[in-house]
Structure formats: C-alpha cells, structure tokens
C-alpha cells in the first residue's frame, strides 16, 4: 500500500511501516521533517490502531511523537519501522482474528453451443466439414477453461506468497522486540549483579560480626592494658565500650539482618523467576515456521509452471483448430489432407485434452488451494504466536519495571543495615586500632631519633661549611693583603667571618609510653587483627611472610656494606636514605631507626586495612589467591635470601683462603729471618774472645731489631703490590723493589679480596681520619713503595758495619769503639727512620689532599663540560624552535592576510545581495537577482577564489529558482481563480443534488415504513406489525395461524383505550417485546410472597437482533390456560396515523 501522509509535503523518500500484529506493511511518501505524530495519525486513519495504542521502534530505538523523522536517520530505505499495538499487549484483549483470503472468483466458462455462437460450416453437408467448428469451439472452450483454472491458481499463489512475506515481517517485528527487551533486561541484570555483590559481601561481614561477637569480646576482656595506661574502671579492652549496650545492639542487629535476609530471599526468588521467563521466552523463535512454509512454497511452485505449460499447448491446439477451419471455408485444403484426415487428427487432441490436460489443471488447483489453507493455517498460528509472545514480552517488561523500583528500595535498606552495624564495627576495631597506636608510639620514637640524628647532622655539616669558609678567606687574605692596604680590605668588609649556626630542637614527644617493638606483641599480640578463625585457618601463609620479612631485614643489616644483587643492593638504599654517620650513633643505629620506624608504621597501615576490609568481606577464592601470591612472594624472597647466604659463605671462603696466604707469606719470612739468625751464630762461634762473644750477643739483638725493620717494611710492600696489582695491574714501575716471593703472593690473591681487606683495616683503625679513605689507591700504593725503598737503601750500610764488627783480629778497644759507632749509628738511623716516617705521613698527607682537590676539580671539569654541551644542545634546539617559530608565524600572517581578503570580497558580495534583497519588492526581486548573477558572472576571473565562486554559483542557483517559483505562483494563482469559479459552480449542483438526495430519502422512508406496516399473521417477532381482536372475555389475542397464545399487554391496552370512550374491536402496533410465561394453578396467597422469581425468557431489542431472556411471571392464570401451557404476553406501540375504530353500537 502507497499513499501520502500529508499534503503539500515534498517527497524525498519512502518511509515503510511494518504492522506487527498481523505482518501488513505501508509505504509512506515523506520528508526527513516530518514529525513522527503525523506519520501515526495516518496510521490510525488506515490500519485503526489508535494514536495512544500505538509504539513504534525502528532497530532499537522508540519513536517520539514530537520528534522528526530525522532525528532516527528516516526516512531511509536501510531502516524499517514496525508499529506495535499496546492494546494487543495486555492480558485481556482478544485473541486475533481469523485470516481472512479474499480471491477474486473466477468463473468457469459456459459450455459451447452451436445457437449461440453459429459458424458458416454448420450447414455443410459433408459431416467431416460440419465437425470442425465443433472442434474449434470445444477447443477455445477448453482453452477458456484452462486460462480461468490457472488465472486462480496463480492468484492463489500470490496469496500464498503474500502470507509468507507477512509471516517474515512478523517474525523481524519479533527479532526488534526481543531486542528492545534484551536491552532493557541486560540492564536489570547488571543492576541485580551489583546489588547481590554487594548485598553478599555486606551480608557476609555482619554475618562474621554477629557470629564472632562473643569470640570478639572475650578477646578483648583477655588484651590487658599496658600498666600506665590502666585505671580503676578500665583494666582491659573490652573496658572501652558498655557491654550491656552491645549485647542490645547484637540483638536488634540480628533481628534485622534475619529480616533483611527473608526479603532479599524473596527478591532472589522473583528475580529468578523474571530470568526464567526471559530466557524461555528468548529460546522460543519462530524462524521453524517461515522456514517450512518457504520450502513448501518453493515445492508448489512446479504446479504453476506446469499449468502454464498446459495453457500454452491449450493454446496452440486452438490456433491449430482455427487455421483448418478458416482453410475449409476459404477452400484452400491441400489435396493431401482432407477434412476427414483432419477431423481424425483433431480426436486424439480432443481426448487429450478431456482426459490429460484438463484433470491435470484440476489437480494442480486442487494442490494449490491446499497450499493456500496450509498458509493459512501457517498465518493463523504465526498471528497466535506474535500475539501470545508480545503478551509475554508486556509481562516481562512490567517485572522489569517492578524489579528496577525495588532496587531503590533495597539500596536504602543496604546503607540503613550498614549504618545499624557500624556500633557492632567498634568491637571488632578496638583492637586493631589498639595495635595501631602502639605501633604509631614506635613509630615516633623512632622517627624522634632519626629527626635528633638528622639536625645532629646538620650542625656538624654546617660548621664543617663554616671551617672551609674560614680557611678559604684566610687564604685570600694571606694572598692580597700585601698588595692592598689593610684599610681597604677593611672597608671592603673582608675581614669579616661567618657567625656559627647553632642547631637546636625543642623537645617533644615527651609523652610518648616506653615501648620497644617487642612490646607490640606483647601488650597488643597479632590477633587482635582480624577474626581469630581466619588467622588460625591461613597461619602457615602469615607466619612464612613474617619469618620473610624478619629474614629480609636482618640480610640487609648483615649485608649492609657488602655488594649485593641488583635487586637487593643494600649500599643504595642507605645513600639514598642518606644514612650516614653522625655524632653519637653509628650508621647501623640510624638504619635500626628507620627500618623500626618503617615496620611500625606497616603495622599500623596493616590495621588500619584491617578495621576497613574485614576478612570476612572476602570470598574464599580471593583469600586462597591472596594467601597464594603472598606464599609465592615468601618462597621468592627466601629463596634470595638463601642466593644472598650463599654468596656470604663464597666471600667468607675467599677471605679464609686471603689469610692462609697472609699467614704463609709470614711464616716464609719467619723462617728467612730464622736462616739469617743461624747463619750468623755460626760465624760468630768460631771467635776466641769472650769480649766479642758478648759483643757479637749484643750486636745480635741489634741486627735482630734491624732486621725487623726490613720485616715491617716487607709487610708494609706485601700490601701495597697486592693494592697495586687490584687497582692499577699495568704500572710496571709499581713492581719495583718488591721480593720474588711477595710479588708471587700479590699474584695469587683476588684484587677484589685485597681491597676488601683494605676496607677492614680501614674499620679497625689503620686510618685513623676519615678522610684518608678518599685517597686515590694509587698514590697510597706508591708512598708505601717509595718508604720500602728507604728502609731498603739503609740495610748494606748496616750489613756492612756488623761484618766488620765481626772480624776475628780486633782488639778489645776497638770493638768497644766499634759497639759504641754502632749504637750510635743505629740511633742515628733510628731517627732517620723516624723522620722518614714523619715525612712520608706528612707527605701522604699532601697526596691525599692534592688527590682530593684534584678529584674535585675532575668533577667540576665534567660538570662544566656537560653544563655547556647542555647549553649548546639549549641553544641549538632554542634556534630551531625559534626557526619554526618564525616559518608558522609567516605562514600564518599569509593565512591571515588571504582569509582577510577573502572576508573582504565575501562581505562585499553579501552587501550587494543585502541591497538587492531590500531595494526589490516581490515582483521585482527575481529580476534583481538575476541582474545580480548576470554582473557577478561578468566581473569573474581566474583569480577568484572558491568561496567567491561558490557564492556566485550559489546567486545564479537562487534566481533560477526563484524565477521558477514566481512562474508557479503565478501560475497557481491563474489556478486558484479557476478553481474558485469552479468551486462556485460545484457548490451550486451541490445544492441541487442535496435536495435531490432528501427527496429521494424522504421516498426511501416512506417506502420502508410501507414495507414495515404489513401485518404479520406468523411468528410474532420484535419490530413486526401485529393486530390483535377483542375477545369475548375482555381480553385482545393476535390474529395468528400457526401460533396462537399472543396476547396483549395491559399496558398497550391501556395506551390504546385511556384516551377513547370505549374500548376497540381490534388494534393494530408495532412489537416492542414479547415475553414468554408458563400458565400455572392458583397458589395460597401466603406462598405468593414466598415464592421467588420465575423463570421467563424475554426477547430483547438490539441492534437489530432478538434477545430471549428470563424474567419473573405471575403465578396465576389469567387466560384460563391449560397449566403447563406456554403463552406470550406481547407489547406494542402506536404506529404512526394509525386510526383505531371503536366498535359500532
């Protein structure tokens, strides 16, 4: 169906309109402006649908009255539009209609007949001749009949096709509505998931609070107070809180979670039977349906192609039929076929076509209208099945509805059960937050110290910065006050110096309870975190971390100056934390600080967690996860922790196996310096004199303390060729003057054994100032080289005096002279000694410094490199950004520059057309539009920009339109002069004709009341005119032939006679109402009050048809009736000029 839904609209698409209910479609012609109100009162018009029963959805969106089209992209030949009927949807309403298929009836042919339809062989006397038309007839007759039997047959299928297109539509119109409900029930669903998410973990917390009340409050009646916090009313915990008041709220609190639970029990339950239903109603589809109706469509469709084939032989047969008979009678048979050959030819077709062509047809009509009842049937069940489906959709979405308010409601409840729960909240808080303050004066405490530490620090730093600063101004001093006088250095103000920074800290915290981190556990034990259930069921898991943390914290006390992994590189942490040494407490105490300040302050975040997310809050499968990444964390770190033992034990074994070799090397040289004692015994016994026994005794334990020295020295280069060949291994010269044994011993150890070795002296005391351990490793190796050495150079002159103090032929004087010059010499060497080790301090001294000035100005250097490479790169992006800068700027002004010419030139084409609007009237204005694009064309060039342009092709557009519209306007108004004088003249045979209409109705009438006033002498029915006679007894009875017992009511007798001096022979009326009664026998007058009514058919008017009803009946018999006997009491109405005759005196 196409029609139009408003006049005067302009056509830009076609807007197509599914009918839901029963698969019907419209097409609309429409603009993308028309409202959608429009669009559903011609619906209403059409279809009957009323405007407030009507939803229309187009995919998933509902149409708004008030909207257009455009607004839902309609009209559009990609979208459809399926119109619901709100009343079908509601429980009540009717089940639809029957389909109904109106077929144009088709009629069979009349039989041929040689009267009727008379040919010019009929008379012929050759009975062959006089045959064919016979054939001819009987042939366009059975062509005839064929044509009709197919022309149904193919009505029949369109019918069947058009149900089958219905049927689609109906089930799409499905797919949109199951869709729509999908949307909204998706909806429901997450709301319903959220709530019972947090319904369950609310429900599973209070749940925990209620149970593990009593365990909470023995609990903490057990966590006595520390001892100064005590009183004579609070001695433990559970002190804090009323316990009567408590054991109420336990009772209110478990009342109403009973309650709230019972109605959320029931919410379950209606949720799940709006589930149920939805998803049945999801399962059921009817595509099975369409399906096989389109197969058997499909099936049937050779019936058709067969007739058609059967019509086109019927065909041919006749045309062959016709050319025989119009070759008879224009004689121009050939002379090998005659008439009798052709008559015998044309029996064969006759017999084909009576008994193959013709039943065949029959047969392929009869198929196709049982087709047509199956589609039907189809249609009738797919009308039921939308009907019942979209009941079950309006149901569902009023549960959804229903569902969607109780959410609210049950939201209030959920913050309302929170809100009662939050007292029974305190208990299970007490202690966790107990353990938190603990834990927090911990936490001060040490963070007290690590603050004393720090500002300890910072005084010291200070006053080092005010040392420097003094020396530093010395030094300038001592440099230019010999070229500038003192005044002027004076009025300079160089003389003056820095004041010193006293750091002071006020005391605070002073408060604070005597508690040590033990005492955490002691006075609040971990239990008190979380319900005891919990902890004891995942203990293992808990006491694995701890036994973890504790691990972890002691590897980085013990490993605090040693490499580690880079994970867990101790060193780092402690220069990052800026750990250092300070006056009074030792890098190791500051780091206990922090790291206690540290763990008491996660001992409080850990019961804050604990007091906000309950254990019980958790399912079970997230504690288990949580349980397992915790344990798979302890493993990890246990396992670094046995990596972190096991490198420990290998730098343990390295340095064993450093002091096997130290212990070697000096039992080597015990045992050289043993030889060396022998050796000279020996020769020292071969002496005569007891003098220079004694002398050589004496001189012996000199050379034995000389020969210390070479041993100290000896030591002293073991440890500088070790320091050199781990630092600087490609010196050469570092190896001089070094023995063959330590220089194999140096090549044994590991560099990295050495150095640590160094850094353990470092600790015991071998350098005593803190700055020695900036010094470079080479400079102290080759002050250690150059001091062997020295000691080196004395050793031949020493040698050298004691072989001469041991010549045999000596005398007494002399070697009491020579004792006393080698006394002498060994205390001179002995100062000499003493002054080499003065100045090789002294000059380690000035190393150290130079190597710390030098290492600070290699540090300056690279910082002033890398500042001005910084600079360069700032510079060199600066002028790069500024180069792009610059190239924007200029592409912008030309920008500019160009849209400011174009605005010009566009402002000066709007001021032309502004005057051509204004200074035309409506007449006129066309042409000054088209002067207006007439000049623009003539000033145009190739300069012109596309706006210009555009504008140009716009104004030549619009005056071509306007013209256009100026020669519609006139010539609709040509059209309207017309139309109005034809209107005139319309009226006026209006006029006429509505006289002639009301003479004829007028007519009508009064033939209908003829009609109406023919006595009826049958069966008395409502309407009819009746007559009634006087009885002998009183009474009027109806002039009747085959029904007697009428009679007429007191009431119409009464109408008829009030107004007449005496009573009528006869009367004649109208039936208004008959009423049936049973003749009874006379009853007691005490039992007519008792009895109820009787039983009476009534015979009521409406609209036209009779209504047999019942009414109550007297109980006497008032017409002398048989009792049993059926009679009827008739009612009656005047008719109009009705002349009632009295009887004559």
Same mark, same amino acid.
């Given at each position: 169906?196409?029609?139009?839904?408003?006049?005067?609209?302009?056509?830009?698409?076609?807007?197509?309109?599914?009918?839901?209910?029963?698969?019907?479609?419209?097409?609309?012609?429409?603009?993308?402006?028309?409202?959608?109100?429009?669009?559903?009162?011609?619906?209403?018009?059409?279809?009957?649908?009323?405007?407030?029963?009507?939803?229309?959805?187009?995919?998933?969106?509902?149409?708004?009255?008030?909207?257009?089209?455009?607004?839902?992209?309609?009209?559009?030949?990609?979208?459809?539009?399926?119109?619901?009927?709100?009343?079908?949807?509601?429980?009540?309403?009717?089940?639809?209609?029957?389909?109904?298929?109106?077929?144009?009836?088709?009629?069979?042919?009349?039989?041929?007949?040689?009267?009727?339809?008379?040919?010019?062989?009929? &008379?012929?006397?050759?009975?062959?001749?006089?045959?064919?038309?016979?054939?001819?007839?009987?042939?366009?007759?059975?062509?005839?009949?064929?044509?009709?039997?197919?022309?149904?047959?193919?009505?029949?299928?369109?019918?069947?096709?058009?149900?089958?297109?219905?049927?689609?539509?109906?089930?799409?119109?499905?797919?949109?509505?199951?869709?729509?409900?999908?949307?909204?029930?998706?909806?429901?669903?997450?709301?319903?998931?959220?709530?019972?998410?947090?319904?369950?973990?609310?429900?599973?917390?209070?749940?925990?609070?209620?149970?593990?009340?009593?365990?909470? /409050?023995?609990?903490?009646? =057990?966590?006595?107070?520390?001892?100064?916090?005590?009183?004579?009313?609070?001695?433990?915990?559970?002190?804090?809180?009323?316990?009567?008041?408590?054991?109420?709220?336990?009772?209110?609190?478990?009342?109403?979670?009973?309650?709230?639970?019972?109605?959320?029990?029931?919410?379950?339950?209606?949720?799940?039977?709006?589930?149920?239903?939805?998803?049945?109603?999801?399962?059921?589809?009817?595509?099975?349906?369409?399906?096989?109706?389109?197969?058997?469509?499909?099936?049937?469709?050779?019936?058709?192609?067969?007739?058609?084939?059967?019509?086109?032989?019927?065909?041919?047969?006749?045309?062959?039929?016709?050319?025989?008979?119009?070759?008879?009678?224009?004689?121009?048979?050939?002379?090998?076929?005659?008439?009798?050959?052709?008559?015998?030819?044309?029996?064969?077709?006759? &017999?084909?076509?009576?008994?193959?062509?013709?039943?065949?047809?029959?047969?392929?009509?009869?198929?196709?209208?049982?087709?047509? @009842?199956?589609?039907?049937?189809?249609?009738?069940?797919?009308?039921?099945?939308?009907?019942?489906?979209?009941?079950?959709?309006?149901?569902?979405?009023?549960?959804?509805?229903?569902?969607?308010?109780?959410?609210?409601?049950?939201?209030?409840?959920?913050?309302?059960?929170?809100?009662?729960?939050?007292?029974?909240?305190?208990?299970?808080?007490?202690?966790?937050?107990?353990?938190?303050?603990?834990?927090?004066?911990?936490?001060?405490?040490?963070?007290?110290?690590?603050?004393?530490?720090?500002?300890?620090?910072?005084?010291?730093?200070?006053?080092?910065?005010?040392?420097?600063?003094?020396?530093?101004?010395?030094?300038?001093?001592?440099?230019?006050?010999?070229?500038?006088?003192?005044?002027?250095?004076?009025?300079?103000?160089?003389?003056?110096?820095?004041?010193?920074?006293?750091?002071? /800290?006020?005391?605070?915290?002073? @408060?604070?309870?005597?508690?040590?981190?033990?005492?955490?556990?002691?006075?609040?034990?971990?239990?008190?975190?979380?319900?005891?259930?919990?902890?004891?069921?995942?203990?293992?898991?808990?006491?694995?971390?701890?036994?973890?943390?504790?691990?972890?914290?002691?590897?980085?006390?013990?490993?605090?100056?040693?490499?580690?992994?880079?994970?867990?590189?101790?060193?780092?942490?402690?220069?990052?934390?800026?750990?250092?040494?300070?006056?009074?407490?030792?890098?190791?105490?500051?780091?206990?600080?922090?790291?206690?300040?540290?763990?008491?302050?996660?001992?409080?975040?850990?019961?804050?967690?604990?007091?906000?997310?309950?254990?019980?809050?958790?399912?079970?499968?997230?504690?288990?996860?949580?349980?397992?990444?915790?344990?798979?964390?302890?493993?990890?770190?246990?396992?670094?922790?046995?990596?972190?033992?096991?490198?420990?034990?290998?730098?343990?074994?390295?340095?064993?196996?450093?002091?096997?070799?130290?212990?070697?090397?000096?039992?080597?040289?015990?045992?050289?310096?043993?030889?060396?004692?022998?050796?000279?015994?020996?020769?020292?016994?071969?002496?005569?004199?007891?003098?220079?026994?004694?002398?050589?005794?004496?001189?012996?334990?000199?050379?034995?303390?000389?020969?210390?020295?070479?041993?100290?020295?000896?030591?002293?280069?073991?440890?500088?060729?070790?320091?050199?060949?781990?630092?600087?291994?490609?010196?050469?010269?570092?190896?001089?003057?070094?023995?063959?044994?330590?220089?194999?011993?140096?090549?044994?150890?590991?560099?990295?054994?050495?150095?640590?070795?160094?850094?353990?002296?470092?600790?015991?005391?071998?350098?005593?100032?803190?700055?020695?351990?900036?010094?470079?490793?080479?400079?102290?190796?080759?002050?250690?080289?150059?001091?062997?050495?020295?000691?080196?150079?004395?050793?031949?002159?020493?040698?050298?005096?004691?072989?001469?103090?041991?010549?045999?032929?000596?005398?007494?004087?002399?070697?009491?002279?020579?004792?006393?010059?080698?006394?002498?010499?060994?205390?001179?060497?002995?100062?000499?000694?003493?002054?080499?080790?003065?100045?090789?301090?002294?000059?380690?001294?000035?190393?150290?410094?130079?190597?710390?000035?030098?290492?600070?100005?290699?540090?300056?250097?690279?910082?002033?490199?890398?500042?001005?490479?910084?600079?360069?790169?700032?510079?060199?992006?600066?002028?790069?950004?500024?180069?792009?800068?610059?190239?924007?700027?200029?592409?912008? =002004?030309?920008?500019?520059?160009?849209?400011?010419?174009?605005?010009?030139?566009?402002?000066?084409?709007?001021?032309?057309?502004?005057?051509?609007?204004?200074?035309?009237?409506?007449?006129?204005?066309?042409?000054?539009?088209?002067?207006?694009?007439?000049?623009? @064309?003539?000033?145009?060039?190739?300069?012109?920009?596309?706006?210009?342009?555009?504008?140009?092709?716009?104004?030549?557009?619009? =005056?071509?339109?306007?013209?256009?519209?100026?020669?519609?306007?006139?010539?609709?108004?040509?059209?309207?002069?017309?139309?109005? =004088?034809?209107?005139?003249?319309?009226?006026?045979?209006?006029?006429?004709?509505?006289?002639?209409?009301?003479?004829?109705?007028?007519?009508?009438?009064?033939?209908?009341?003829?009609?109406?006033?023919?006595?009826?002498?049958?069966?008395?029915?409502?309407?009819?005119?009746?007559?009634?006679?006087?009885?002998?007894?009183?009474?009027?009875?109806?002039?009747?032939? @085959?029904?007697?017992?009428?009679?007429?009511?007191?009431?119409?007798?009464?109408?008829?006679?009030?107004?007449?001096?005496?009573?009528?022979?006869?009367?004649?009326?109208?039936?208004?109402?008959?009423?049936?009664?049973?003749?009874?026998?006379?009853?007691?007058?005490?039992?007519?009050?008792?009895?109820?009514?009787?039983?009476?058919?009534?015979?009521?008017?409406?609209?036209?048809?009779?209504?047999?009803?019942?009414?109550?009946?007297?109980?006497?018999?008032?017409?002398?009736?048989?009792?049993?006997?059926?009679?009827?009491?008739?009612?009656?109405?005047?008719?109009?000029?009705?002349?009632?005759?009295?009887?004559?005196?």
């Amino acid at each position: 169906m196409s029609s139009n839904a408003l006049e005067g609209v302009v056509q830009l698409g076609k807007l197509v309109i599914h009918i839901a209910e029963n698969g019907h479609s419209y097409e609309l012609d429409c603009e993308e402006y028309t409202l959608v109100e429009a669009v559903q009162k011609f619906l209403e018009s059409v279809c009957g649908i009323p405007f407030n029963d009507q939803l229309l959805l187009c995919l998933d969106m509902k149409l708004d009255s008030q909207r257009p089209l455009s607004t839902y992209k309609l009209p559009s030949s990609e979208r459809e539009v399926f119109l619901f009927n709100k009343a079908r949807m509601r429980s009540n309403s009717p089940s639809p209609q029957l389909e109904q298929c109106d077929i144009i009836d088709i009629p069979d042919p009349p039989a041929p007949s040689s009267s009727h339809n008379p040919h010019p062989l009929d &008379d012929a006397s050759d009975p062959a001749l006089k045959a064919l038309p016979s054939y001819e007839r009987q042939f366009r007759y059975h062509f005839q009949w064929g044509d009709a039997i197919y022309s149904r047959t193919s009505a029949k299928i369109e019918m069947c096709e058009r149900l089958l297109q219905e049927q689609k539509v109906q089930e799409r119109a499905l797919e949109i509505a199951r869709g729509n409900l999908d949307y909204f029930y998706r909806i429901v669903l997450q709301n319903y998931s959220d709530f019972m998410k947090c319904y369950s973990q609310q429900h599973r917390q209070h749940n925990s609070l209620l149970v593990n009340f009593g365990r909470d /409050v023995e609990k903490l009646r =057990a966590i006595r107070l520390h001892p100064s916090l005590q009183t004579s009313s609070r001695k433990c915990l559970l002190d804090f809180v009323k316990e009567e008041n408590l054991r109420k709220t336990v009772e209110d609190c478990s009342s109403s979670h009973r309650q709230f639970e019972n109605k959320v029990s029931e919410f379950k339950q209606e949720f799940g039977d709006l589930k149920h239903n939805t998803e049945n109603l999801f399962s059921g589809k009817a595509s099975f349906l369409v399906k096989d109706l389109e197969l058997t469509i499909k099936e049937h469709q050779q019936f058709i192609n067969e007739q058609k084939s059967i019509v086109q032989a019927l065909s041919k047969d006749v045309n062959t039929v016709k050319k025989l008979v119009d070759d008879c009678i224009s004689s121009k048979l050939s002379s090998s076929l005659r008439p009798h050959d052709a008559v015998s030819a044309l029996g064969p077709m006759y &017999d084909s076509h009576e008994k193959n062509y013709l039943p065949r047809m029959q047969e392929c009509d009869r198929a196709i209208s049982n087709l047509l @009842n199956f589609c039907r049937d189809k249609k009738n069940e797919m009308n039921n099945f939308v009907h019942n489906y979209m009941q079950k959709i309006a149901y569902i979405q009023f549960s959804i509805k229903d569902v969607r308010y109780k959410f609210s409601v049950f939201q209030e409840a959920l913050k309302r059960q929170s809100d009662q729960f939050e007292h029974l909240k305190v208990v299970r808080g007490i202690g966790p937050a107990y353990r938190a303050c603990l834990a927090e004066v911990v936490r001060r405490k040490a963070s007290m110290k690590i603050y004393m530490g720090k500002a300890g620090q910072l005084a010291e730093k200070l006053a080092a910065d005010r040392d420097d600063e003094v020396r530093r101004r010395e030094e300038f001093l001592k440099v230019h006050n010999t070229f500038i006088p003192r005044d002027i250095l004076a009025s300079m103000g160089l003389y003056d110096t820095p004041n010193p920074c006293d750091v002071n /800290v006020s005391p605070f915290d002073t @408060n604070l309870l005597a508690l040590d981190y033990s005492d955490v556990d002691r006075y609040a034990p971990e239990s008190l975190v979380g319900p005891s259930t919990r902890s004891e069921k995942h203990g293992s898991p808990r006491t694995s971390l701890s036994m973890s943390n504790e691990g972890s914290l002691s590897s980085e006390v013990e490993g605090c100056g040693v490499d580690l992994p880079e994970k867990y590189d101790f060193q780092e942490f402690i220069e990052g934390s800026e750990l250092m040494e300070i006056a009074g407490t030792s890098k190791m105490e500051v780091e206990n600080a922090k790291l206690k300040a540290e763990l008491a302050s996660k001992i409080a975040l850990l019961c804050s967690m604990s007091t906000e997310l309950d254990y019980g809050s958790f399912d079970d499968e997230k504690i288990e996860n949580m349980l397992r990444n915790a344990a798979e964390k302890t493993s990890e770190a246990l396992h670094l922790k046995d990596e972190y033992g096991k490198h420990l034990q290998s730098m343990l074994k390295m340095k064993q196996m450093q002091c096997e070799s130290y212990e070697k090397r000096i039992k080597e040289l015990e045992q050289r310096l043993s030889d060396q004692y022998l050796r000279g015994k020996i020769s020292a016994d071969g002496d005569e004199s007891a003098v220079s026994t004694a002398k050589i005794n004496d001189n012996k334990s000199d050379v034995s303390g000389l020969e210390e020295v070479p041993h100290a020295m000896e030591e002293v280069s073991c440890a500088s060729s070790s320091l050199k060949s781990g630092v600087v291994p490609d010196h050469s010269k570092a190896q001089e003057g070094l023995g063959d044994n330590m220089t194999d011993s140096s090549i044994m150890l590991n560099p990295q054994l050495d150095s640590s070795m160094l850094d353990l002296h470092r600790e015991k005391g071998h350098l005593h100032d803190r700055e020695k351990k900036d010094v470079p490793l080479s400079d102290v190796g080759m002050a250690l080289t150059a001091s062997n050495m020295a000691v080196s150079m004395s050793r031949p002159t020493d040698l050298l005096s004691y072989e001469t103090a041991v010549q045999p032929d000596l005398g007494a004087k002399e070697c009491d002279s020579l004792v006393v010059e080698l006394q002498n010499a060994l205390a001179e060497k002995s100062s000499q000694l003493e002054n080499a080790e003065t100045k090789i301090q002294e000059l380690m001294d000035d190393v150290s410094k130079l190597g710390r000035e030098l290492e600070i100005g290699r540090k300056l250097l690279d910082e002033s490199q890398m500042n001005c490479a910084h600079l360069e790169n700032c510079l060199h992006e600066a002028r790069e950004e500024a180069q792009t800068h610059l190239c924007a700027a200029d592409r912008r =002004a030309s920008e500019y520059s160009a849209l400011r010419i174009s605005a010009i030139k566009t402002r000066g084409l709007f001021e032309r057309m502004k005057n051509c609007v204004l200074t035309s009237g409506v007449a006129t204005f066309a042409d000054a539009l088209r002067s207006l694009a007439q000049s623009l @064309n003539s000033v145009a060039s190739e300069t012109d920009d596309d706006g210009t342009v555009e504008f140009r092709d716009c104004i030549r557009v619009l =005056a071509d339109k306007v013209s256009a519209l100026s020669r519609q306007r006139a010539e609709l108004l040509d059209r309207h002069s017309k139309i109005e =004088a034809v209107s005139e003249k319309l009226t006026k045979e209006l006029e006429e004709k509505k006289e002639l209409v009301n003479t004829l109705y007028m007519k009508h009438q009064l033939e209908k009341q003829a009609n109406k006033e023919k006595i009826s002498f049958g069966r008395l029915e409502v309407h009819e005119i009746a007559a009634f006679v006087l009885k002998s007894s009183g009474y009027y009875e109806a002039i009747n032939r @085959n029904c007697p017992y009428y009679y007429l009511s007191s009431e119409s007798v009464a109408l008829f006679t009030d107004h007449l001096p005496s009573r009528p022979s006869y009367i004649v009326g109208q039936v208004v109402h008959i009423e049936r009664r049973i003749a009874k026998s006379p009853a007691p007058a005490s039992q007519q009050s008792e009895h109820g009514r009787d039983r009476v058919d009534v015979l009521m008017p409406e609209i036209g048809s009779r209504r047999l009803g019942l009414s109550s009946a007297s109980a006497s018999n008032p017409y002398g009736l048989p009792v049993g006997c059926e009679y009827f009491i008739v009612t009656i109405a005047m008719l109009p000029d009705t002349t009632i005759h009295s009887p004559t005196s």
